[in-house]
């Protein structure tokens, strides 16, 4: 079984090396190929779970050396792999989804000339993503985790003849290397205190450490996250990150990749819970993003951005259930299975919309659809029905238990969590329903594209609904399902641990509570989208919207606060290296270059300078000789 | 040492008591490389008397290589048989040592002239003058150039085949010179191998005049050191009373044996050992090249013909560096306090004064004596030392230096166009384009001269900088590394000339060579390689070899 864990990683990987040096033979059948082999990799996953199920609570992890990778004195880097339930998890949702969307990406990309490329792309995600969440040392976790950022870059900038999209694509990477600084801090700072970087003995170690050094530690691990999971500060390229084809954004940025920082946090959990401080920096982090996101997803008229904004938003809570310790892992992981379903769902719907109507992305030039797509607006409309926590699906459940678990933090903290977390819920049901409502509900608000077309909206290939009816089951019974006798609490425990907090409320009165400002949210919304017809161009808006549509200014921060300075300092060095360095540099050659040319002069061929040299010179020598013994 | 007190004996008893002048001992098995060498030589001159002149190429050819063939073969069984370490003593009467160095200099001395003796066989590269095939030599010596006689020695297709047995007094020469262990010998040695060498300088077949003004700066120049060394010898008798290396250490450390009545006057004056040791070091440091008694290297290294120039830049450095070491390190260690202060100084303008002047160099043949005259430097940092390391380093430096000096120069033979070779430099922008091989080789033994690693260069330097840093002279070590730094950039610059820039449409040709000189080019790479890849093996070599005998 040891070797399937390998095979996993490698089979996906294989595809890759396959799709991108097959050259144009296979540009036929790559899409196939790489469908193929990322459902082989499920396969192999779907084995590996039945033969954990098999197996005792407590003995479900396997583990696999492959090779020593860098042995070198007391450094010892392997390629090894550790499957336990918190990686099973991974596994599942990486390589289910990912097949969902290999397939959905057959028909949404059946048109491009590069499709071959795109689907090695995808395969390539699929092995960095495994082998980050399969690691079983920091190390292979970090070129895992590089690996993914590197088929986001790909894959965000796929339409790379768009300026738009190289610029996002960029922009990615550079916020993402902030964050891989921190990763790389983290594991050298564990290098020095540990004297490795296996998770066995960091995490059995954790709590003899000092807490300075793990708060450290776990700082940085927190900019990593941030980073990978478009988390405040860092969240800035996610929004842009939409330009990829839609595939992507559902597979890479809204289920599996961007959960990254999520699987970081939740795995490291024995660091995190030695250092209190940085737990509550995690929190912080979360509930701000929660809200940032939320708040950004109300004033988005693009549809793929106000989803976007919503994935920010999720992930906030998924950060903050995770910073929340042992109270809240297995529901931070919960919550982003069942996010990685109806997040991937919606963007799905949201694809197969924009098929249908010329690739127009703005929801105020949709309206009335769900005449015309009937599974789309079935589909989406539960992916809906479970991303705003409507009891019995599967938002809801999870939701429900990170808002729970907030307010069980208790004391003041645990308020300001849970009313954060609260008021996000009723948030998150107020962009949603604005979504919904402008895109499927109301009149007709089309326009025709840019060639003239009059856009003919109609319901998307097989290939493409076959995955959205998938996820939409998904997100619907996935939370049941999961609770059903607190299944999947008991799944994660042996991994993460898990703890009942004290909640100052009764489960009742928050789910109450939860209830009452979906309604609230929902009313809000049909209130302005519902009732009154909607204009094709936005109204310019409060100040506050103006900002939201701005990105809450994140950009506009970013320049003032980073790229300005980065610019005067840059100038600054380029005019230090110019003036000062060549200067010197240039100014020695010159000098060199200047004393050579005098004393070749001495150089003037005639044999009696020659040996008036030579005699001088031996005067010399005689001279010193003499002074040396004189003195 | 009783060896040598019997040499003076016998000079200063003979008058007096003639009958008993002893038969001197001569240890003929120990002496047999330079027998060989020397003896060949003659055969040589027999064979230009008496063979018509078709037949001399190949027979001196032939004689030549076999002649330095074994006469290795003889260094490496003195050699095995512990001749340079164990048995190692000193033979025909005081006058030879036979130690480790002096084994592994010969070895070095005959291998690079065997080498060298390739590529002053070589036919193949001037273009065939009325039918015969000829090589880089004067078609008649004698001929004044540009005169009748030398156009009918031309068309007569002559050729100066006493290169040869020139080449052969020379090499016999300087297998004495780093083994003489008097200075009567050494001044012999010294002779024996310069005058040959000056003859060959002016052999040139291509700008004779040239060639021959060096030839003459040369000799002039060389008779001027000459008697500087010979006037130091003079006044070290004086303060000694003895020629022998050993007699005069004993007598600097203060064990005079017996005071010649003669020199009673003079005997144990310090001026007289000072003013002595200076002037003999001087003669030495004229022929290693060093700053400023090397005004005459980038004269006659241009005007020579390249493959003497080559002989000449590796062999005679390999010769004068033994000789300078066994004066350092056996007559005078004693007075090292002295000497050394003075040897910092000449290091550090050899070092600083090659690499400065090397930079805003044309010719190519030029730039390579410069930049042999900053690798004197270098290994003069090694002969500062005064450790066993700073000998077996500067052996090992001599034995890579050599063999990368070898190669360069032959690759200058292949690089011409109408006039001969093309030495200007300008001429040589692009050649990677048009000759990726030629220039690729080339950029090999620049790398090697730069010292970079993987080269035998770098291990070289390496080596003597760390015996001179362990030697207590760090500072020199410092303007060592300053001057490797200002010698990279001439030595890269060539390279960015031959491989970054455009071809010229007058550039010249590279000549295809024969087995000869593509054997030489492919013996220097090989060893530049091995050395650089490899060191070890002739490092421990060196450092076994590395024990001057007294």
Redesign the interface.
Known sequence: MENLIGLLVAVPLFGAALLLCGGRRLDGKGPYIGTVLAAASFGIGAVLFADMLGRGEHDRALHSTVFSWIPVGGFRADVAFQLDQLSMTFVLLITGVGTLIHIYSIGYMAHDERRRRFFGYLNLFLAAMLLLVLADNYLLLYVGWEGVGLASYLLIGFWQHKPSAATAAKKAFIVNRVGDVGLSIAIMLMFTTFGSFAFAPVLAEADRAGEGKLTAIGLMLLLAACGKSAQVPLQSWLGDAMEGPTPVSALIHAATMVTAGVYLITRSGAIFNAAPDAQTAVVTVGAVTLLFGAIVGCAKDDIKKALAGSTMSQIGYMILAAGLGPIGYVFAIMHLVTHGFFKAGLFLGAGSVMHSMNDEVDMRKYGGLRRYMPITFVTFGLGYLAIIGFPGLSGFWSKDKIIEAAFAKGGTEGWILGGAALLGAAITAYYMTRVMLLTFFGEKRWVPDENGNEPHPHESPGSMTFPMIVLAFGSVLAGGLFSLNDAFVKWLEPVTGHSHGHSPLSAAAVTGGTVVVLVIGVALAWAQYGRQPVPRTAPRGSLLTRAARRDLLQDDFNHVVLVQPGQYLTRGLVYVDHKLVDGVVNGT?AS??G???R??K??N?Y?R???V??F???A???A???L??AV | MTHAATVHSLWTTAAAAPDKIPSPHIEYGQLSPTLIVIGAAIVGVLIEAGLPRRRRYAAQLFLSVVALAAAFAAVVGLAVGDYGTGKAHVAAMGAIAVDGPSLFLQGTILLVALVAVFTFAERRLDPVVHGNRVDSFAAQAAAVPGGEAEKAAVKAGFTTTEVFPLVLFAVGGMLVFPSANDLLTLFVALEVFSLPLYVLCALARRHRMLSQESA??YF??GA??SA?LLFGIALLYGYAGTVGYAGIADVVDGQVRNVTPALAGTMGN??LL??G???V??GLL?KIGA???H??T??VYQGAPTPVTGFMAAATKVAAFGALLRLLYVVLPGLR???R??MW??AIVTML?GA??????TDVKRLLAYSSIAHAGFILAGVIATTPDGISSVLFYLAAYSFVTLGAFAVVTLVRDAGGEATHLSKWAGLGRRSPLVAAVFAVFLLAFAGIPLTSGFAGKFAVFKAAADGGAGALVVVGVISSA?AA?FYIRVIVLMFFSEPRTDGPSVAVPSALTSSAIAIGVAVTLVLGVAPQYFLDLASQAGVFVR
Request: no cysteine.
């Open positions: 050659a060199v270059g004393l050579s040319g004393l070749r001495l150089q061929g044999a300078t020659y040996a040299s030579m001088g010179g031996t010399v020598l005689i010193a000789t003499l040396m013994r | 003459v700066k002039l120049l001027f050191s500087f310090d001026a000072l003013i040791g200076a002037m070091l001087m004229f700053v400023p008694f005004m005459w980038p004269d306090w002295d000497w202060p003075v100084g000449v004064g400065i002047v090397a930079v805003t160099q200002i950039f």
